[in-house]
């Protein structure tokens, strides 16, 4: 969902964007064509989902977030996220430069809805609508194709449990064709240690475990505990937890990416306990 | 009264190990885990006992004992009782090695970057607190003091700059853990910890001899400065190991001698043995109990435990020293 | 028969020498009190006869070997050293205390072993110190305390006994038994030499006496030589002189020079 932060917007049509927030470069960067954007978070520059967006992101001017860079900067609108400074919200709003707040879209009908209400308000209406059209046309055809059975596949965070329903990843691994048997119904997270993942019954078929972003950290490393390696043998899976934070329409990609390596994985011999 | 401690800390240790293997997340009965055990191939039973709990409960024994030990050797080298492993840097050293690696994003690249650089770190901190402290405790003491403050402020600077994620992993390494340790983060920790164990040994008739102040036990043929080195060695060999492999695990260090030296007539040779096994008795028993005290499922760290059972018993020690001090 | 020898001793501290030139020659039984004003260099001399401070310059030697080529353990067993005021740093028991003192002795490991057992029982039972064979030595008065620390210091049966003010914070009656006890080691042949603050009782007990002043020695001889009334002025600087005879000996002061 997108809330206009008051009724200050005085142009209809930004001009030039800044985003401080990494799921709104990456949307902003989807919606605009580059000499429009102001800036975007030297973490998003830096941590780039696609090749495409990578490339646009290189030429692009990064910011830390900082409030006097939005000051100087003086864009036409600022893009923020729930968590963004309040400092940064005041004193833009005093300085008459309207900030707009992206809500984590953690399924589909939300990242639809959050697309197209950031391509009217950039006015980008048809780039938006188009995003969302090879979005819906994508999950169609996950949907045709999908797998008789569900796949049975557990996100582990390492260490402290498994991601739950109320997630990005849950939307994505279930347009991928897969099925989380233990996440409760409305958890963003469920605590299950190794031991407790290790005497699951029936065991799930795949193991899926975060990476990450490339040159940067991983998660806990007990993902490569030597008892899971020897409990689900190859049938371990990583998924790149960056791709997997921001509710773009690139996250049906992302379902995609998902279903080919399950699909692999499920070919290969499942190790399994007796 | 002396053989009595011994056996009572073996005993105590003991139940300890058996508790380590038989309690978990996971219920199973000594019937399920003996006939894993005793069946070839994998299955659950032996997958959680021989992956899972056995190589935690080893690293725990060893973790213990070294805190333990090295906390009687420092307490009577330092004629302090509130000395602790700790005091001589190396654990921040440790430390700092560890979370540097975790923070470069080697620990991603390669499993043992963590465990490594922090022997790496904390034999660097040794190195220093003895190229400055040497010749004197008190100087000793100091030293050790700036180089913890050294580690402190390395590990607080890459808090400070380090992404999300890696900020996480660092606080979690920090809180101190054995939990899903792995054997190969014992056969790490295993060459070095007995190695140092044996230094720390080979000191005791020179803390024996400090009972009597140190001009005395130099005019007794003890050489401080080689008692001191030895002492360093040891320490930065076993603690290093230990706190690379484990984290930071406070008090019980500090806490075992206490326990064990008045059964023993307070003679600081004497409290060596008693303190690594109770040391060891007591991260067991503490690690067992982390497995049950939960919050929402999760599981409590290790070293948060036994710095929330540990301070109060600190508490009560100033009390005390307060009391009998002139 | 034990020669230590002290040559032409320096030791400089900031740029002071507080010991100057010092050369003396022990040999043999005898209790040699070393007196001098505060700050005359006592307690450094002793050190450095002992063995645990080195000089700037000069040489004390042992039968002839200078004490910096002696292996710490071997000079530790021909010499016993008291310093001043000693204190136990935790409550071990009397026995454990006194056992401390056969530390040269001992092996790495393990437990006293029983060749060893005879001596210690000697030494507890030659300081009196049976009745508190297991009490705390931190529950010991200061009396007690002192024959402890003397047990400790004589039980490994050490040929020179160097003790820096045996006497310092003991009440009269211990004072005396100290000295006492230190006389009766000397005459049964054993070197002993102690600093001794006290004028009399060093004129009562020494059968030498050494006087230092500014770190050098002034006097050196018989009591009757030494402490003189010009000697008490020059290094105390008060009118004094001994009185009496041996055991009636005593230093009666008249007036601050």
């Keep these: 969902m997108a809330l206009l932060a008051g009724a200050a917007i005085a142009a209809p049509k930004p001009m030039r964007v800044m985003s401080v927030n990494q799921c709104a470069d990456q949307l902003i960067m989807l919606l605009l064509p580059p000499d429009r954007i102001a800036s975007v978070t030297y973490l998003g520059r830096r941590a780039a989902v696609t090749p495409a967006l990578a490339a646009k992101a290189r030429g692009l001017k990064a910011n830390q977030g900082l409030t006097e860079q939005a000051l100087t900067d003086r864009p036409d609108l600022i893009v923020a996220g729930l968590y963004t400074t309040t400092t940064l919200r005041t004193l833009a709003k005093r300085a008459g430069i309207p900030v707009m707040e992206l809500e984590p879209a953690e399924d589909f009908d939300a990242i639809r809805a959050q697309t197209l209400r950031l391509g009217e308000a950039l006015g980008q209406q048809a780039r938006a609508r188009s995003l969302v059209a090879r979005m819906d046309a994508t999950l169609a055809e996950l949907k045709r194709t999908a797998p008789p059975q569900p796949i049975k596949a557990i996100g582990w965070t390492g260490g402290r449990g498994v991601v739950g329903r109320r997630s990005l990843f849950d939307a994505i691994l279930t347009a991928a064709g897969g099925y989380n048997p233990v996440a409760d119904q409305d958890a963003f997270e469920r605590t299950l240690d190794l031991e407790q993942l290790l005497s699951l019954k029936p065991q799930p078929d795949v193991l899926l475990y975060a990476s990450g972003e490339p040159g940067g950290l991983a998660g806990p490393d007990n993902t490569r505990h030597p008892a899971l390696v020897r409990a689900y043998g190859p049938r371990r899976l990583s998924y790149r937890q960056d791709a997997y934070q921001c509710g773009t329409p690139l996250a049906a990609d992302e379902a995609v990416a998902l279903r080919r390596s399950m699909l692999a994985a499920m070919r290969l011999p499942k190790v399994g306990l007796p | ?275 690594a096994l109770f040391g060891a008795a007591l991260v067991l028993l503490a690690d067992v109990a982390s497995r049950l005290l939960r919050y929402n499922g999760e599981e409590i760290k290790l070293g948060v435990l036994t710095s929330l059972v540990g301070t109060p018993f600190f508490f009560w020690l100033v009390l005390r020293l307060r009391r009998t001090a002139p | 028969m034990t020669i230590l020898a002290a040559e032409n001793l320096t030791v400089r501290r900031g740029g002071r020498a507080i010991l100057d030139g010092v050369s003396a020659r022990f040999e043999g039984g005898g209790l040699v009190a070393v007196i001098g004003a505060n700050g005359a260099g006592k307690s450094t001399l002793l050190a450095v006869l002992a063995g645990l401070l080195k000089p700037d310059d000069g040489v004390v030697s042992l039968d002839g070997e200078p004490l910096a080529r002696i292996e710490g353990r071997a000079l530790a067993r021909r010499r016993g050293f008291l310093p001043q005021s000693p204190r136990a740093e935790w409550p071990i028991s009397v026995e454990r205390l006194v056992m401390l003192g056969l530390t040269p002795s001992l092996p790495a490991f393990g437990d006293l072993p029983a060749e060893l057992k005879p001596s210690l029982d000697r030494a507890i039972a030659d300081c009196d110190l049976e009745a508190h064979r297991d009490q705390p030595v931190t529950t010991l008065s200061g009396g007690e305390l002192a024959r402890a620390m003397l047990a400790r210091a004589l039980v490994g049966e050490p040929e020179i006994l160097i003790a820096d003010e045996p006497m310092a914070g003991l009440d009269p009656r211990h004072a005396l038994d100290s000295m006492t006890r230190l006389r009766g080691l000397a005459l049964a042949g054993r070197m002993v030499i102690a600093s001794v603050h006290d004028l009399t009782l060093a004129a009562r007990f020494a059968g030498r006496i050494i006087a230092l002043h500014q770190g050098r020695v002034v006097a050196d001889g018989a009591v009757r030589e030494t402490l003189t009334p010009d000697l008490l002025r020059l290094i105390f600087a008060v009118e004094a002189q001994v009185r009496g005879e041996g055991q009636g000996a005593y230093v009666d002061f008249a007036a601050p020079a």
């Design chain 2, 1 to 275: 009264m002396r053989a009595a401690i011994t056996l009572i800390s073996a005993a105590a240790l003991a139940v300890a190990v058996v508790l380590s293997i038989l309690v978990g997340s996971v219920w199973m009965s000594p019937r399920d885990i003996l006939h894993g055990l005793t069946t070839p191939g994998p299955d659950l039973a032996s997958l959680i006992v021989l992956d899972l709990r056995a190589p935690r409960t080893l690293l725990g024994l060893l973790v213990g004992a070294t805190l333990g030990l090295s906390g009687a050797v420092l307490q009577g080298l330092l004629r302090n009782p509130l000395a602790d492993p700790g005091l001589l840097g190396v654990s921040s050293g440790a430390a700092f090695g560890a979370v540097a690696a975790i923070y470069y994003g080697l620990a991603s690249h390669f499993f043992f970057a963590a465990p490594l650089l922090g022997m790496v770190g904390a034999l660097a901190a040794a190195g220093l607190t003895y190229a400055f402290g040497r010749g004197g405790t008190l100087s000793m003491i100091l030293a050790g003091a700036a180089v913890s403050g050294l580690g402190g402020a390395g590990v607080s600077l890459a808090l400070n700059f380090a992404p999300i994620n890696a900020a996480y992993e660092i606080m979690t390494w920090l809180q101190g853990s054995i939990t899903d340790k792995t054997w190969d983060h014992v056969k790490l920790a295993l060459p070095l910890i007995p190695l140092g164990w044996t230094a720390l040994g080979f000191t005791g008739r020179g803390l024996d001899a400090l009972a009597l102040g140190e001009v005395q036990a130099a005019s007794l043929g003890v050489s401080l400065n080689r008692l001191r080195l030895v002492a360093l060695i040891g320490v930065a060999l076993s603690v290093g190991a230990a706190t690379a492999a484990a984290g930071a695990i406070g008090f019980v260090g500090l806490v075992a001698p206490h326990l064990v030296r008045p059964f023993v007539g307070h003679q600081p040779r004497r409290t060596l043995l008693p303190s």
